[in-house]
């Protein structure tokens, strides 16, 4: 059961990582490459779209992590995992601190409403999650390392 515990966990936080992934260098980039307010009502959907699910996303692969490290804290790995749960924590503080609070008022934009500012709070955003993409990956790869 253990074992199952294991691949569930890094396949959740895998997937999430490619998702957040292809945010950052996919799907931004062609966003900002659409013509006149094309980017903006893309990034406002996704805000919307995305807002509602990653918050279960990250604490649930958070919750799935500590499962583990709890169950398997007998078991060589069992330090990455805790490092991977702490930098999973540092995610969700990042989000919560960081990136939702853009994402909240950028998901409400529209061509009419939207701030001057708006490009440099995207771009502001855009920097945060490439961090935030980096520490899941350092995650992801503990996971994965423990795992062996």
């Known amino acids: 059961m253990l074992n199952a515990l294991e691949v569930f966990t890094t396949v959740v936080v895998g997937v999430m990582v490619g998702v957040e992934f292809s945010v950052a260098f996919v799907m931004n980039r062609i966003f900002n490459a659409l013509p006149e307010d094309s980017g903006q009502l893309a990034r406002a959907h ?3 779209m995305l807002g509602a ?3 279960f996303w990250y604490i649930g692969s958070l919750v799935l992590a500590a499962v ?3 169950a398997g804290g007998h078991r060589p790995g069992a330090g990455l995992v805790v490092t991977a749960g702490a930098l999973l924590i540092l995610s969700v503080i990042m989000s919560i601190l960081l990136l939702v609070p853009i994402n909240n008022r950028g ?17 502001r955003w855009d ?3 490439y961090v935030r993409v980096a520490v899941i990956i350092a995650a992801f790869t503990l ?3 423990a795992l062996t």
Do not use: C, F, S
Not at 107 to 123: A, G, S
């Open 127 to 129: 920097r945060y999650h």
């Open 46 to 48: 996704g805000g919307r």
């Open 143 to 145: 996971l994965v390392t």
């Open 53 to 55: 699910v990653m918050p």
């Open 107 to 123: 998901k409400t934009w529209t061509p009419e409403n939207r701030p001057d500012d708006w490009k440099e709070q995207m771009n």
């Open 68 to 70: 583990w490290a709890i």
